[in-house]
């Protein structure tokens, strides 16, 4: 199994930036389908951004296609999603996610992931 650490959450005004990482220890990620989901208070899980594994194809939300950009550092084992013009509905605790078997089919399913980080809060202001 993968672990995961995230780090880099923290409170924004609305149009502004943040990025979270996601670092992996154990196994090397360019095995493993890893994606972002977040959960707002009182509302389920919900994809925002993942991304395959070989070749490594990206896949998005549409409330966040043009704003949220989701990469990988193989030499560092990390994921990252890059946020920008966020909004106060991007508010919640965004989980980092992976999976080494999931089909491209089921990718924005929280429930197909085997591992997760611990969850960074998002809070974004208006």
């Known amino acids: 199994q993968v672990q995961l650490v995230e780090s880099g959450g923290g409170l924004v005004q609305a149009g502004g930036s943040l990025r979270l990482s996601c670092a992996a220890s154990g196994r090397s990620i360019a095995s493993y389908t890893m994606a972002w989901f977040r959960q707002a208070p009182g509302k389920e899980r919900e994809a925002v951004a993942a991304?395959?594994?070989?070749?490594?194809?990206?896949y998005y939300a549409d409330s966040v296609k043009g704003r949220f950009t989701i990469s990988r550092d193989s030499a560092k084992n990390t994921v990252y999603l890059q946020m920008n013009s966020q909004q106060p509905e991007d508010t919640g605790v965004y989980f980092c996610?992976?999976?080494?078997?999931?089909?491209?089919?089921?990718?924005?399913?929280?429930?197909?992931?085997?591992?997760w980080g611990q969850g960074s809060q998002i809070t974004v202001s208006s």
């Open positions: 991304i395959f594994r070989r070749p490594g194809h990206t």
């Open positions: 996610g992976a999976d080494s078997a999931l089909i491209l089919t089921s990718i924005f399913n929280s429930r197909q992931y085997d591992c």
